[in-house]
């Protein structure tokens, strides 16, 4: 479903249904705010550079942002771009902690785990789009090669911690984070994620 | 323009389908009981808390920020601590009491552990059989203690005879005891400072003794929360507070109502989390009280 710049997914409605489902204690809004938070990272800086957003998506993989940034901002910009979202989101994170209180710090928590697991080099995530950024802008012309081996390399390092500790914890919510990982893997055009 | 002249049949039903099942989980999660969610729940995620995880990064980035000691690492409890030393009473020793805090007994027959994660009364709450009903845990509460395990420093064992007369904090079902536990997430075992007792939201929470209200407050991990000051340097400690009823500086007498029982701060389900110090040292409720 599309209204304007905003794509709505079928895979986003069903992942807000489990949420919804087996949300407690406020950890369905937490995950949304702490994506908002993030993505306004990515924003803000894109529209002070006079970047153009060229659709919002609302998928199973989260929100992510189409952008001309590349074509009319260049390299340098678009990076700060892409990283001011993890950097805004570390940033909250920090501002939440100071604040004593039990939503407070889980929006902390959520915050910091959001800004780290977006700094991960793979594909669809930031660190993965910073990483081709600066591939790209050095010239690198095996760039997508090296993109994917490295983020194969960390599917795979992700994968065996993932199921090693479903094992040892028979915690099944681990393979389901990797198999939300290996979801954002689809080629994409230049998006945040 | 190729894709606008496809017809989107395919999209369509697919977003009817997940819309019908995002109506289906909300009328779901209206009527059925929580028990079916905590049941899923516990069966994806292995039992895992993951707003307790939250809160335990955010206390953790807390201690990082501010330079301030983690609550897991510090028994003190500042809120607590100021309240003066303990009296020079005498102690009386109490041969029944296992220095290592075994767990209650109530907790062994096959039931274990939504968690309270975060705070330094490692508030891991053991869940017996009757309170989850349909989890078969193959953690064995009843394994021992690591060799090398030692006793909290600010934790004292001593059955002390009260100056007062004490009263039940709370009615309802006793969940979790002080003592070592294997930590739910941690699998490891980890200090809880009181005990437990759940009931439902809103169940009456009363003064253990008379006494003057110390601090009422909001925690992260504790939620709403009450400290009474008793006689002689005799503190309790009242958490996961529904709502408080007294106010700081005010008169309670043992057995007044002073809140109602809830599930905030971190906490998996309404429950009383009680403590009781003399002075710094965290004492053991169930030795005052009748928990039967």
């Not at chain 1, 659709?55 to 990076?79: I, T």
């Not at chain 2, 809160?55 to 003190?76: T, Y």
């Not at chain 2, 809830?262 to 403590?275: A, I, K, N, R, Y």
């Not at chain 2, 409720?285 to 928990?291: F, H, M, Q, R």
Request: proline fraction near 6%.
């Amino acid at each position: 479903m599309t209204v304007g710049k905003l794509r709505i997914r079928a895979g986003f409605v069903l992942l807000v249904a489990a949420l919804v489902y087996l949300d407690e204690g406020y950890f369905l809004w937490i995950v949304f705010g702490a994506a908002l938070l993030h993505e306004l990272g990515h924003y803000i800086p894109l529209k002070l550079f006079g970047g153009r957003v060229l659709s919002l998506e609302l998928s199973g993989g989260g929100l992510s942002m189409e952008h001309d940034a590349r074509s009319s901002l260049g390299y340098g910009k678009e990076l700060f771009a892409v990283l001011m979202g993890p950097a805004v989101s570390i940033g909250f994170a920090l501002l939440f902690s100071l604040r004593d209180g039990m939503i407070t710090e889980r929006v902390a928590g959520m915050c910091l785990a959001h800004g780290f697991f977006n700094l991960l080099p793979m594909r669809g995530l930031d660190g993965g789009r910073a990483l081709e950024i600066v591939l790209e802008s050095n010239g690198v012309s095996s760039t997508h090669t090296v993109l994917r081996t490295v983020t194969v390399v960390c599917a795979v390092a992700l994968g065996i911690c993932c199921i090693a500790l479903a094992v040892l914890y028979r915690n099944l919510s681990l393979p389901l984070a990797l198999l939300y990982l290996l979801m954002l893997q689809k080629p994409e055009k230049a998006k945040i994620q | 323009m190729e894709e606008k002249k496809k017809p989107p049949v395919k999209a369509i039903i697919q977003l009817s389908v997940s819309l019908a099942i995002l109506g289906g989980a909300l009328l779901t999660r209206w009527f059925y009981p929580e028990e079916t969610r905590a049941f899923i729940r516990r069966y994806i995620s292995g039992g895992l808390d993951y707003t307790a995880v939250l809160s335990e990064m955010g206390e953790s980035l807390r201690a990082f920020v501010l330079g301030v000691p983690h609550p897991d690492e510090a028994v003190d409890n500042p809120d607590v601590d100021d309240l003066g030393a303990p009296p020079p009473d005498e102690a009386v020793d109490n041969p029944d009491i296992d220095d290592l805090g075994a767990p209650p007994e109530n907790s062994q027959d096959g039931g274990v552990t939504l968690s309270n994660l975060g705070g330094f009364d490692a508030p891991i709450t053991w869940v017996n059989a009757d309170f989850l009903p349909s989890f078969t845990g193959e953690e064995d509460n009843t394994a021992p203690i690591p060799f090398g395990t030692v006793k909290p420093d600010k934790v004292d064992f001593t059955f002390y005879q009260l100056p007062f007369a004490a009263a039940r904090p709370a009615n309802g079902t006793f969940t979790s005891g002080f003592g070592y536990r294997i930590h739910p997430i941690y699998k490891d075992w980890r200090f809880h400072y009181g005990f437990d007792i759940a009931n439902e939201t809103g169940s009456d929470i009363c003064a253990f003794a008379d006494g003057t209200v110390a601090a009422t407050g909001v925690s992260g991990s504790y939620g709403n929360y009450v400290i009474l000051e008793h006689a002689d340097g005799y503190v309790t400690l009242y958490a996961h507070c529904d709502s408080v009823s007294v106010s700081e500086g005010q008169k309670v007498s043992a057995g007044g109502v002073i809140a109602r029982m809830g599930s905030t701060g971190v906490s998996t389900g309404p429950h009383l989390h009680f403590e009781l110090r003399r002075g710094e040292f965290f004492l053991n409720p169930s030795l005052y009280i009748d928990i039967e």
